[in-house]
Nanobody, 119 residues
């Protein structure tokens, strides 16, 4: 069982930055692909960025060049550095950890952290 706890959300003005953190329990964090998703009011949850166990990163076009996902396996933590924030980035941001083996798929979510971008 893996528990994920997000932190770092808040209220910022357009153009400002925030850094989200997601701390994971468990001893095999390094084997998991870690992702950040977000869900705005009235919209479906969408993938923002993923970092694989091999440190390969993938971004949604809407955040590419503004957001950076990273991980520190020694601290069991994944980060999302968000720069040049826009009002449309307002959402609840969720951390997800996933791993597949021959036997099963492991999939865990955090509880979410609110990010509000408003002047």
């Amino acid at each position: 069982q893996v528990q994920l706890v997000e932190s770092g959300g808040g209220l910022v003005q357009p153009g400002e930055s925030l850094k989200l953190s997601c701390a994971a329990s468990g001893s095999i964090f390094n084997l998991y692909a870690m992702s950040w998703y977000r869900q705005a009011p009235g919209k479906q949850r969408e993938l923002v960025a993923t970092i694989t166990s091999g440190f390969r990163t993938v971004y949604d076009d809407s955040v590419n060049g503004r957001f950076t996902i990273s991980r520190d396996n020694a601290k069991n933590t994944v980060y999302l550095q968000m720069n040049s924030l826009k009002p449309e980035d307002t959402a609840v941001y969720y951390c997800r950890g996933s791993r597949s083996t021959a036997a099963r798929t492991y999939d865990y979510w955090g509880q979410g952290t609110q990010v509000t971008v408003s002047s």
